[in-house]
Each structure stands twice: as structure tokens, then as C-alpha cells.
């Protein structure tokens, strides 16, 4: 449809897609949010499969400098085109509860359970042509996102927010 739109009344659109999106006020479904409350809280955690399955998970502040790049860039040029925002750097499901783990100083209590039905293996973004075009570049670690994450967490924990 943006494509017509884009040929029909020569409105030129950038559409973005974003890979696993975190970091500070990321809701409280999502995995990371869940993931550490239930390790703060020495819940069981339900670990699907051998814990191999990797994401791409994205810290919010590179997805922000991603949509303003995109936003300057299709300001200035005649566009139609799709670009996927992500870190581009799988984390396993393993590496991502250790790396909370080591921020909260607690291990995890692991429900060890099988693949769910319809799960992908590995999802992450190719992000070759919002680097070569939008100049997009992803800065944040995936340490240092959780690092920030945790200290969000502690911080609305304190203020009895979300407990």
C-alpha cells in the first residue's frame, strides 16, 4: 500500500522495522522486564529448550537515533524503501538470562521446558542498508543495555512501581 501511495501521489515514506526492542520503561510482559523480576524475586523462570534460541535484541536509545536518521533522511530525498533497525548480533536465551543474572547478583531457578510450537530458532536483523544509507549505527552493548535496564528496574522497584 505505501508503495502505491508512494507511486500514485509521489508521498515519499520510510518504513522501519525493529528488532527486540528494550531498555529502561520496556513493559512488563516482555522478556527482559519478566525475566528479571522473576530472578529478583527467586521465581521459577520457564527456560524453553536448551536455551540456544537467540534473539536480537535492541536497546531503545540506537532505535531512537535510527527513526531521527530516518525521519532527516526522508526530509531530504525522493523514497520508498523498508530498513530494519537491530543490533544485528544474536543473543542466545542462555547469554541473556546470565548476563541479567550478573547484573543482579542472583542466579535463576530455572523451569526447564520444551521448545514451544512455532518458535524460530534465530531471528536478527540485517541492518547493511540502514548503515550504508541512513548512516545508522548501533552503539549500545548488549551488557551495557542490561546494565542500564537493571539500574531502571531497581529504581521504579524503590518507588514500588511494578511490584
Do not use: C
Amino acid at each position: 500500500m505505501g508503495h502505491v501511495f508512494h507511486k500514485l501521489y509521489d508521498i515519499d515514506m520510510i518504513f522501519l522495522r525493529f528488532f527486540t526492542v528494550y531498555g529502561p520503561g520496556q513493559r512488563p510482559d516482555l522478556a527482559i522486564h519478566k525475566f528479571t523480576r522473576m530472578i529478583d524475586h527467586d521465581l521459577p523462570l520457564p527456560f524453553f529448550g536448551d536455551g540456544t534460541t537467540s534473539r536480537d535484541y535492541t536497546y531503545i536509545d540506537d532505535i531512537i537515533d535510527g527513526v531521527v536518521k530516518a525521519i532527516a533522511y526522508v526530509e531530504t530525498h525522493q523514497i520508498y524503501d523498508i530498513f530494519n533497525l537491530g543490533e544485528s548480533t544474536p543473543i542466545t536465551l542462555s547469554k541473556m538470562v546470565q548476563t541479567i543474572e550478573n547484573h543482579l547478583g542472583k542466579k535463576a531457578v530455572l523451569n526447564h521446558l520444551p521448545m514451544q510450537s512455532g518458535d524460530v530458532d534465530i531471528t536478527y536483523a540485517d541492518i547493511t542498508k540502514a548503515r550504508t544509507i541512513l548512516k545508522y549505527q548501533p552503539k549500545m552493548s548488549f551488557d551495557q543495555g542490561i546494565a542500564s535496564f537493571i539500574a531502571w528496574y531497581r529504581h521504579v522497584k524503590e518507588l514500588g512501581i511494578y511490584e
